[in-house]
Nanobody
Framework: VQLQASGGGLVQAGNSLRLSCAASGRTGSTNYMGWFRQAPGKERRFVAAIRWSDGYTNYVDSEKGRFTISRDNAKNTVFLQMDSLKPEDTAVYYC??????????????WGQGTQVTVSS
């Protein structure tokens, strides 16, 4: 499966961004799609995931309520709506796909990453 992420950019704190990730190829081999992020000098960390079949969602505890993951099955696309952004949300956000994941080692496929920068 190939993943194409988009939607990053520079925003001021308190504003919102929506990331998109379009999947192509053998999408039937993945149960979940989601997002990780990696800040400079830090490891890549799980943010959220959604199950294709029924929309079940899974979030890192710290982002519950600010971030919302959703999907459009017809377009094989997953979205991450990020509200009330903070400077500490600054990172490269990576789209991910796999059978199930909460850690980067469990991911089967990665997108190219999209930069999100939140200014104070």
């Amino acid at each position: 499966v190939q993943l194409q992420a988009s939607g990053g950019g520079l925003v001021q704190a308190g504003n919102s961004l929506r990331l998109s990730c379009a999947a192509s190829g053998r999408t039937g081999s993945t149960n979940y799609m989601g997002w990780f992020r990696q800040a400079p000098g830090k490891e890549r960390r799980f943010v959220a995931a959604i199950r294709w079949s029924d929309g079940y969602t899974n979030y890192v505890d710290s982002e519950k309520g600010r971030f919302t993951i959703s999907r459009d099955n017809a377009k094989n696309t997953v979205f991450l709506q990020m509200d009330s952004l903070k400077p500490e949300d600054t990172a490269v956000y990576y789209c991910a796909a796999g059978r199930f994941f909460r850690t980067s080692r469990e991911v089967d496929a990665w997108g190219q990453g999209t930069q999100v920068t939140v200014s104070s």
